[in-house]
C-alpha cells in the first residue's frame, strides 16, 4: 500500500485541481492522479518549439464571484490581460460580423440576397415553422430559412456530425441565447456598451498572458505548495469498493513503475464517468456498465500554422461556415495575447471536429499540415507558400455527446453511485458527461469539497451556473451546464 487515506482526485483539469484546492484550503490532504503529461484538461496550453496552443479557445468570463475569485487567488492582476472579444464568420469570401450584426450582413450578401433574407423572414414570422423542437425549426424561425442556411446550418453541422434537424432546440436556445433577427437589427440601430443581457454580446474577457494552461500550472504548483500531491502520467485503473461498507476504499495506479493501490477516503472522478464506471472493482451491475458503454464524445484537433504577422487578425477566432471547408473554426493566436507567439509572426489553430478514430483523426501530422495549409489557402486568408511551420494538436474526448439515451444513461450510473459508493464524487465535463463551462465545472468541484469537507449537502447535480449569465430560460430538471444536442443513438 502507498500513501494514506484521505482523498484521491482522478484528473488535473479545472475540475479536478479546483477540488484539491479547495480541499486543502479546508485543511484535508488530497492527492491528484493525471494520466496526461499536462495539467489543464482541455483547459490546458500546449507549447511546441515556443509557440503556445490555446485548445478551443477560453475566455474567462463568469458571473459567479467564488470563480471569479479563484482565478485571482491563484494568478496576480498583472498576470492576466483584458481583451477584446472579436468573432466573424466566413462565408464565401466575406466575413461577417457576430453575433450577427443586421447592417453589415445585409451589406455583405448584397441587394438581391439581402432582400431574399428579409423575404425569408418575414415567411417565417407570418407561419412559422410547424417543428421547432429541433435545431433547425428553432433558429429559422427567428431568423427565416435563408439565414438560417447562411449562418447556423453549416457550422453546427461540422461542430457534431450530423444534420441540424436531428439536434435538439435547447442546443440552439442556449448557444444563441436571446438572439434574433429583430434584435441583432435592434443592436445595430442603438447599439448599446457592456451588454450581458445577450451573452453573446459580452465585449470583453479576461485571458492569463501565457494561456489558460497558466492557470492550471500554477495551480498545480499551488497544491504541491500548499501539502497536496499531483502525479503526472499516473492511469488510476481501478476504483476498489466494499459492497457490505457501501463506499469506495482504494484506488489501484499504474504508471512507470508499475502498478500500486492506495487507500482512499473520498474519490473525486474528472475522469469520463464512462470510464469510472469501467473502473469498478467488483464491477458494476452489467445494466450500469451497458449505460457506460452506452455514452459517446466527440473529439477535436488543431493544426497550428505558423504565419508572417501579416497574416493576422483581430478576432480571436473566425467560424468557418463556408461548406466548401472541412475546418469548423480557426483561432488567431496572437489576437488572444501576443505572449502566445513570436516578434513578426502569429499563430493561426485550425480546427476541426472529428470522432477518435476517424480517417481525419488517424491522419499523420504532415498529411494535417499540408490539408490545412490548401483549406487555409484556398479560404485566401494566406498567400500560397506563406505557412513556415505547422503542429497537430489532438484532443481525445472533448465533447460529451448528447443521443437519445444519454440522459438515461447518465441517470442509470448516477443512482448506482449514489447508493453504492456515495464517497466518489463526479465533477467537471466529462466527470459529470456535462457540457460544462470552464466555470461550471469549477463550481461542481468548489461544492463537493465543501460536501467532503464540512458534510455540506450540496446536490452538485442541479448547479445551473446558467442562470447567473440572464438567460431567459428555465433550469432542465437536471440541472447542471448547458444543454447539447440530441443526436441520432447507435443502432
Known sequence: MGDGGGTVVIGAGPAGLTAAYELLRHGLPVRVYEADDVVG??????????W???????????????????WHDILPDEDFLLRPRMSRIYYRGALYDYPLNAGNALRNLGVREALRCLGSYGRARLRPPRDQSHFEGWVSARFGWRLYSIFFKTYTEKVWGMPADQLQADWAAQRIKNLSLATAMRNALLPRRHRTDVTSLIEEFQYPKHGPGMMWERCAAEVTRRGGTVRMNTWVTEVHRDPAAGRATAVTLADADGTRTEPADHVISSMPISALVRAMRPAAPPRVRAAADDLRYRDFLTVALVVPEEFSFPDNWIYVHDPAARVGRIQNFGSWS??????GRTCLGLEYFVFEGDEMWRRPDAELVAFATAELERLGLVKPGCVEAGYVVRMPK??????E???????????????????????????MHRYNNADHSMLTAMLTAENIAHD????????NVEQDYHEQRSPSRHGTGRDAPVVPARR
Not at 501576443?338 to 516578434?343: E, G, I, N, R, S
Not at 472533448?398 to 443521443?403: F, G, K, L, N, S
Request: no cysteine; glycine share 10%; aromatic share 14%.
Open 398 to 403: 472533448a465533447y460529451p455527446v448528447y443521443d
Open 405 to 431: 439515451r444519454y440522459q438515461h444513461n447518465v441517470d442509470v450510473i448516477r443512482d448506482w453511485l449514489a447508493r453504492t459508493v456515495p464517497n466518489v464524487h463526479p465533477v467537471g465535463r466529462n466527470g
Open 52 to 70: 503556445r496552443f490555446d485548445i478551443g479557445g477560453h475566455r474567462f468570463f463568469t458571473k459567479v464571484s467564488r470563480v471569479e475569485d479563484f
Open 41 to 50: 484538461g482541455i483547459s490546458r496550453t500546449v507549447e511546441r518549439d515556443g
Open 338 to 343: 501576443p505572449y502566445l507567439v513570436k516578434d
Open 456 to 463: 455540506a449537502g450540496h446536490d452538485v447535480w442541479t448547479v
